[in-house]
């Protein structure tokens, strides 16, 4: 009994070592933006955007290219952790591509885009994009934004393990600065050591003839926090907005809010029981002078609580789809169209969002 209790005394003893010490490492290692930081503005490109020039604009969340159809995820209810094979990983960021090449934007902005991480066999997604396409607009100017920045995370089992992530945005038209704005973490330590660090990039596009910028800010806000974290980075938001209007620029806000427009009526896609309930942004609590996009005709994301390829009634009704990519534009951004391209969540676990604008 004695030798009993001596063993598993010196197990919880290890135990708590090899915590404290994983706990220790995390903590020194922490990624700790500063509030604003400049980012690099990589590649040249000589056009600027011209006021009554139409412009098409894509946003995706690209699910770091392991996200497909054939993915679950243990955070959304799922199994899965690592989720795809580094050949499924490519055939994704392929399919990504031949995206790209069809709608052939002047300006794309991506989320969970990795550039070294164990769960995407630390492929330079940005570097693979601008590798395989010859689509002018990855091959101008591009800037990238981290949001994940980890060492390795050590949960759950098997490990997620390394991180690097962020926001990235390709333009072929010149891009005069940009800058990484931090927003608030709703995460206490020790989560906030390994959890996302998400932040606004900003970029700023000068306008032929005009004393103003078009003002782009990509962006992809909280989704697993109790509700806080969505308040106080949809409260940012609006100051930032709030901010370039008052200079007369003209702004668009694009990507993943994981929340829903209050002007968009979501009825057609019912919250299914047990599963993840996106937040809400109420428009009206915004300046008037900002408008809210969303394309409700198709969803804009997926559940990862199971398979979409394994689902044997993929309807709205037998599986759980969102609406949560969108823009926001200032009234000077003349919207001629937005729309969802139904991709049927092959390679991300969502569809691009497009949107089509000129400057007044």
């Known amino acids: ?21 994983v706990v220790g490492f995390l903590t020194v290692d922490e990624y700790n933006p500063k509030d604003i930081e400049t980012l690099e ?23 770091y290219g392991a996200l497909g159809d054939n993915a679950d995820f243990f955070m959304d209810g799922g199994r899965m952790v690592y989720t795809a094979d580094k050949e499924r990983v490519l055939s994704n960021l392929e399919g990504d591509i031949e995206e790209f090449n069809k709608i052939s934007p002047d300006i794309i902005c991506t989320q969970e885009t990795d550039r070294n991480s164990d769960r995407s066999y630390f492929i330079d997604e940005m570097e693979y994009f601008m ?38 945005l390709f333009s072929r038209y010149d891009i005069t600065s940009a800058q990484r704005l931090k927003l608030p973490c709703p995460f206490k330590w020790p989560l906030r050591t390994f959890n996302l660090k998400r932040c606004l990039e900003i970029a700023r596009f000068p306008v032929e003839g005009s004393d103003k ?40 806000a694009s990507g993943d809010y994981n929340q829903v427009f209050s002007s968009t009526d979501i009825s057609a896609y019912p919250v299914l029981e047990g599963l993840w309930e996106a937040g809400r942004i109420e428009v ?9 996009w969303a394309d409700n005709s198709v969803p804009s994301c997926r559940s990862l609580d199971r398979a979409l390829s394994l689902a044997p009634d993929r309807s709205p009704e037998g599986f759980q ?38 400057l007044k």
Not at 56 to 62: A, H, I
Not at 228 to 244: F, Y
Not at 323 to 339: C, L, P
């Open 1 to 21: 009994m004695k030798k009993a209790i001596r063993v598993i005394t010196v197990f919880f003893i290890m135990a708590i070592l090899v915590v404290g010490t």
């Open 41 to 63: 503005i990589s590649g040249d490109a000589k056009n600027r955007i011209k006021t009554g020039e139409s412009v098409t604009l894509l946003s995706w969340n690209l699910g």
């Open 131 to 168: 590798s395989n396409s010859g689509l002018s607009a990855l091959h101008g100017e591009n800037v990238f934004a981290p949001n994940l920045k980890v060492a390795f995370i050590p949960l759950p089992i098997p490990p997620i393990g390394k991180v690097y992530s962020g926001l990235s």
């Open 213 to 252: 910028e078009l003002v782009i800010i990509n962006l992809h806000l909280e989704a697993y926090d109790s509700g806080e974290g969505k308040v106080a980075q949809a409260k940012m938001l609006k100051e930032v907005l709030d901010a370039e209007i008052e200079k007369g620029n003209y702004v668009i």
């Open 284 to 292: 009206d609590e915004f300046n008037s002078d900002l408008t809210f």
């Open 321 to 358: 789809y969102y609406v949560i990519d969108g823009f926001i534009t200032s009234s000077n951004v003349d919207v001629e169209s937005v729309h969802t391209d139904d991709l049927s969540f092959v390679t991300s676990d969502h569809n691009p969002v497009i949107l089509k604008f000129k």
